[in-house]
């Protein structure tokens, strides 16, 4: 099954309790030991959750690979939501930081650490996953800071796209380098806005005209 479908599916579809029950047991075992380590009979006799009630709802460990990768991808795609603030009503510096805040909070927590992990795994088979991915979660965000530097042009020579992708390199790549290697712990919410202001308080001095 194409992946957006099956996102777009679980999306419109009411899940039973029980349904519901067996996809957050298999959501934890698949986002532990990825796809290949994971067995529908250890995942049984490890829940408690019988394996009739498993194959009730899915007729293969496909089939709640799948189901499982679009209850994460659909709620991940909740975590990464901009509309709580128009850009268009806020300066750039506060555009920037509530940005970023919210890119790092919905890309750095263990669980988006371990979802990304089992992607980029499948999409070698399963390009299709890979691509929705960066559809509803990088290319949102690039999208919403072209539009935050469109509407501040004429205070900078560069261009809006390529603004997008200095900032999003300046917010993340050291931090998720740092959890990508184990090498810290999700930051917590101090440490988020230190960095948060850091980065763009140095962003606008190197791209903006004073």
Do not use: W
Request: glycine share 4%; hydrophobic share 35%; charged share 30%.
């Amino acid at each position: 099954m194409n992946r957006q479908r099956a996102v777009a599916k679980f999306a419109e579809n009411r899940q039973t309790k029980k349904e519901l029950e067996v996809l957050n047991v298999a959501s934890e075992y698949f986002l532990s030991h990825g796809y290949k380590g994971t067995s529908i009979n250890a995942m049984a006799r490890d829940s408690g959750i019988s394996k009739e009630s498993i194959y009730r709802y899915f007729s293969s460990k496909k089939e709640l690979f799948e189901a499982v990768v679009a209850k994460e991808l659909a709620e991940y795609k909740e975590r990464l939501q901009f509309t709580d603030f128009e850009y268009e009503s806020l300066s750039l510096d506060n555009a920037l930081k509530r940005t970023a805040e919210t890119i790092i909070k919905a890309v750095g927590s263990d669980r988006t650490l371990s979802l990304r992990r089992l992607i980029f795994q499948e999409t070698i088979q399963s390009p299709d996953i890979g691509k929705y991915y960066y559809e509803i979660g990088p290319q949102v965000a690039y999208r919403r800071l072209v539009k935050i530097f469109a509407a501040h042009k004429d205070e900078t020579d560069f261009d809006p796209e390529n603004l997008a992708h200095y900032f999003v390199a300046m917010t993340l790549h050291k931090t998720m380098l740092q959890r990508e290697c184990g090498v810290t712990k999700p930051l917590t919410k101090k440490q988020i806005a230190n960095h948060v202001t850091v980065v763009r308080d140095d962003f606008i001095k190197a791209f903006f005209q004073n």
